[in-house]
């Protein structure tokens, strides 16, 4: 069993960066885990998943060169360093785990999500 906890949305001007966190509990090294997100009256989408080590990493065209997945197994930690963001990038951010790398659906554990607002 594994819960995730997301921080670090908020507001920010177009142009400008955010850090996302997603604190873990559980057997965190033993998962992938992803970023998704979900726009208003859309479906979510995929964004970006890192193994299990957190050698290889893998994007949404729609977020590479401009957003940055990493892990800290020590600290049961994920991070999404986005930068240049842009209008379209605001959704809701969730991280999740699973076992399967690379994958943009097989998922077991979800986090309840951080909004991401970018203005114009």
């Known amino acids: 069993q594994v819960q995730l906890v997301e921080s670090g949305g908020g507001l920010v001007q177009a142009g400008g960066s955010l850090r996302l966190s997603c604190a873990a509990s559980?057997?965190?090294?033993?998962?992938?885990m992803g970023w998704f997100r979900q726009a208003p009256g859309k479906e979510r989408d995929f964004v970006a998943a890192?193994?299990?080590?957190?050698?290889?990493?893998y994007y949404a065209d729609s977020v590479k060169g401009r957003f940055t997945i990493s892990r800290d197994n020590a600290k049961n930690t994920v991070y999404l360093q986005m930068n240049s963001l842009k209008p379209e990038d605001t959704a809701v951010y969730y991280c999740?785990?699973?076992?399967?790398?690379?994958?943009?659906?097989?998922?077991?554990?979800w986090g309840q999500g951080t909004q991401v607002t970018v203005a114009s």
């Open positions: 559980g057997t965190f090294s033993s998962y992938a």
């Open positions: 999740a785990a699973g076992l399967i790398y690379p994958s943009t659906t097989d998922y077991v554990y």
């Open positions: 890192i193994s299990w080590s957190g050698g290889r990493r």
